[in-house]
Structures are given as C-alpha cells and as structure tokens.
C-alpha cells in the first residue's frame, strides 16, 4: 500500500473517518491529565514563582506554532510536485490551526515576559521572527480567500508557504544566532544541564503530547470539510451548466 493512495479524496475521507475519534480521545486525555498536572499538582518554582507554569500553554503552542507551518510546507511541496488536491487542502486547513497556536505563543510570551523581563514585548530577534511568522500565517490565509481559481490559490499559497518557512525556522533557533536578546534558550533538551526539572517536564511533555495531537484531530477535521467544500463547489458549478 502507497501514501500516495490517501491523496485520492475519498481514501482520504473513510481513513480519516476512522482516525478522528480515537485521536480525538487521546487528545482529551493528554490535555486534560497534563494541564490539570502541571498547573495544579506542581509546586511554584524557586526563581519564577507560579508563573512558571505558564510553560503548559506557551511552550507546546510555540512548538506546533512552528512544527504546523513545516507541515504546511511539505504538504505543499507535495502539491508543487504531484498536483494532488488533499495535500494542498490540509495545508489549508492548517493554517488557522497554525495562526492560532502562534497567537497564544505570543500572549503567552507577553504575559510571562512582564514579570519576569519587566516589559511585554522586546523586539528580541526570536519573539520579532515569531510575530513575522503570525503575519505569514494572516497573509497565507487572506490569499487563500483573495484568488478564486482554488489550483492558482494553492499554488500562490504553496511559494508562500516555502518563503515562510525562513521565518519558522527563525523563531526555532534565533537565540543560537544572536546571543543578545531576552529569550531564553530550550526548554527541552538532550544536555541534562538547560532541561528544566523532571517536576515540571513530565507534565509538559504530556501537553505537548495533547497539543500535537490536537493539531491533528483539528487538521483532519478541517481537512475533511475542505473536502466536502469543494465537493459542493463542483456539484454547484455542474447545475449551473446543466
């Protein structure tokens, strides 16, 4: 069996049909064990006091705030190459998905930088490319919505979507670029030294977890009404000739 055959919609449908209630039930319980865990049942820290567990919510959103517009490349990459319309429609359908992890990454960022940095914004090289990105994601979508052919929409969208790419990875590895700047360097890691303490990285690798396969009931969700919206556009287009 090829990958290749869940490009073929209907495939795509009856599998996803299958995948969206269990994934959908993992998700609940990652979020709900990990965010109930992490903000309840963890002491505050020494220098941070309770703020923080605001790492719960900003970490995983920053995470897949980046790891949804890398999806969005491939997929669209995948469109550019072999014109197959499920993987231009998921990166569609992930973009409002993206934009919104990226908007609580940054309201999260803000409401952690005040009482720790004294200010809630610095234009500090990863925060600056990680709102560059929010404004790719708004861009990629009003483009999207602008051009009304739906193959020269996916294709305008897919070079953005590679040109934003710089930026996704900005806001990943800024801080190892420029040493100046607020931001703090990894939260996870594989050196022992900057991971935070097993108190605290338990349950955020348990929203993480949440927060990933969030993203993808949503994609999939999402992706299952793109579908169907244009299943409806054609049979419409028909009667119009008819």
């Not at 719960?56 to 890398?70: K, Q």
């Not at 949503?218 to 793109?226: F, G, K, Q, Y």
Request: with cysteine.
């Amino acid at each position: 069996m090829s990958i290749w055959e869940y490009a073929n919609p209907k495939r795509f449908m009856q599998t996803s049909g299958l995948l969206l209630p269990w994934v959908t039930g993992l998700t609940l319980a990652c979020l709900v064990a990990g965010l109930i865990w992490g903000f309840f049942l963890t002491p505050d820290a020494d220098k941070f006091g309770s703020t923080v567990k605001i790492i719960y919510l900003h970490v995983p959103a920053a995470m897949m705030a980046i790891s949804a517009w890398a999806m969005m490349v491939v997929t669209s990459i995948i469109w550019l190459v072999r014109r197959h319309h499920v993987s231009a429609l998921s990166a569609k359908a992930a973009a409002p998905i993206g934009l919104t992890f990226t908007l609580i990454g940054l309201v999260t960022g803000a409401i952690w930088g005040q009482p720790m940095w004294g200010t809630w914004w610095a234009w500090d090289p990863r925060l600056t490319s990680f709102l560059i990105l929010a404004l790719f994601y708004l861009g990629y979508i009003a483009l999207w919505s602008a051009v009304e052919n739906p193959d020269t929409a996916a294709d305008l969208t897919s070079v953005l979507a590679i040109v934003g790419s710089v930026f996704a990875f900005l806001s990943r590895y800024a801080v190892l670029f420029w040493n100046q700047g607020l931001h703090q360097g990894a939260t996870l890691s594989l050196d022992k030294e900057e991971n935070i303490s097993d108190v605290y990285w338990l349950p955020l690798l348990l929203c993480i977890a949440g927060f990933v396969l969030l993203f993808v009931a949503l994609v999939l969700l999402r992706t299952r009404t793109e579908i169907r919206a244009r299943r409806l556009s054609a049979l419409l287009a028909r009667e119009r000739l008819a």
